[in-house]
């Protein structure tokens, strides 16, 4: 009887240490689970802060402007759930305010125009919330999009020469050629 007092001891002794060491990795999964998301977010806040600064940089931006442009990324939880499915569409919206905000500084620099990439930037962000609450689902999936529109420029740089209207002895023979057709017909 004392044997099996003591194996049915020792069986509850190793059951409770294999559920503790099973509950302990349950835990660890979940630690790595929350690190690796804060990575992520961090990691997309750091991604826009850095091209902000290079806005900043090269005067396109006005330093007091750049906060307001980073609370996109740092109000994104305030009233969302920490799923990955949220982090995947702070990811992509803040992916395409990064790549609209590149190429229009591209497309600046090549026409040596940023005024006009200047304004619509201000005017970004005076439409942006000011309070944390209002970057809401709504906000991310609807208007956001359409502010990060708002930033793109009309200005693309002209030709210098135009040939279009130039006379040409070539185009005044094409033109006859089909004034003669046209008279066949």
């Known amino acids: 009887m004392t044997y099996v007092v003591f194996f049915a001891l020792l069986l509850l002794i190793t059951l409770l240490a294999t559920y503790l060491k099973i509950e302990s990795n349950r835990r660890k999964a979940i630690e790595a689970q929350k690190k690796q998301f804060n990575e992520r977010v961090s990691q997309v806040g750091g991604r826009l802060k850095s091209k902000l ?16 442009i980073q609370a996109i990324v740092s109000n994104f939880f305030v009233v969302q759930k920490h799923t990955d499915e949220n982090l995947q569409t702070l990811e992509d919206v803040s992916d395409l305010l990064i790549n609209t905000l590149s190429n229009e500084l591209t497309k600046a620099n090549q026409i040596g125009n940023g005024q006009s990439l200047e304004e619509n930037i201000q005017y970004f962000v005076s439409e942006l919330p000011q309070q944390g ?9 609807e208007a956001l ?8 420029t009309n200005d693309t740089p002209q030709p210098l020469d135009n040939t279009e209207n130039e006379y040409t002895p070539e185009s005044q023979d094409s033109n006859n050629q089909l004034n003669q057709l046209a008279n066949m017909a």
């Open 53 to 68: 600064n290079e806005l900043v940089e090269v005067k396109i931006l006005r330093p007091k402007y750049a906060p307001r």
């Open 145 to 152: 999009p359409n502010l990060i529109e708002l930033i793109k």
């Open 133 to 141: 609450i209002s970057y809401n689902k709504t906000f991310y999936s």
